[in-house]
């Protein structure tokens, strides 16, 4: 296990709401990504974070928007629902830019079912 | 730009045969490439990565992949494969925390 924490597990919304995901890094990253990973799909690039600045964004739109907070714990904020954000939301912490090769640590993910 | 394609949506193996999963790659400049796996209901587990060096590389859980830059693959390799071993596998490219996915690799071993 990594020492990625998600949170909820699992989330019903409706169709227009908005939500907030949350996660924890591993100890020491200071860097957090976001994808998005619909049924039967890979995992999709949302963004990235480090130093509390996005620093890359994937095909989404500005509806999908982050946080990430100084003691390196993040949030993925989703606003006006569509039913196709429904999907397994995962956040995954790395080392800073040239500290490491890339590796990233998956948390467990975050189920959103949208009605 | 950065892709990836794994050919084969499912690999079946019988337990204690070589186990090889299929990974090719597009990338402009220097490929930095992954193995992940994923268990149902869970995150991704990192197995290994090539960044520079040898070609072939060695990861977790016994795992192995072998970059051939001239046919453009990474694929996964294992020399016995076990019945744990049976999830989705992903081979993404990218850096710093930026991994573009295919659709994985189904992986079933049978007893």
Redesign the interface.
Known sequence: ETGVTQSPTHLIKTRGQQVTLRCSSQSGHNTVSWYQQALGQGPQFIFQYYREEENGRGNFPPRFSGLQFPNYSSELNVNALELDDSALYLCASSLALGQGAGEQYFGPGTRLTVT | AQSVAQPEDQVNVAEGNPLTVKCTYSVSGNP?L?W?VQYP??????LL?Y?TGDNLVKGSYGFEAEFNKSQTSFHLKKPSALVSDSALY?C?A???????????TQVVVTP
């Open positions: 930095y992954f992940y209901n869970r995150g991704l587990q990192f990565k960044i992903f993404p990218g850096s710093w925390g930026k991994l573009q996915f295919g659709a994985g």
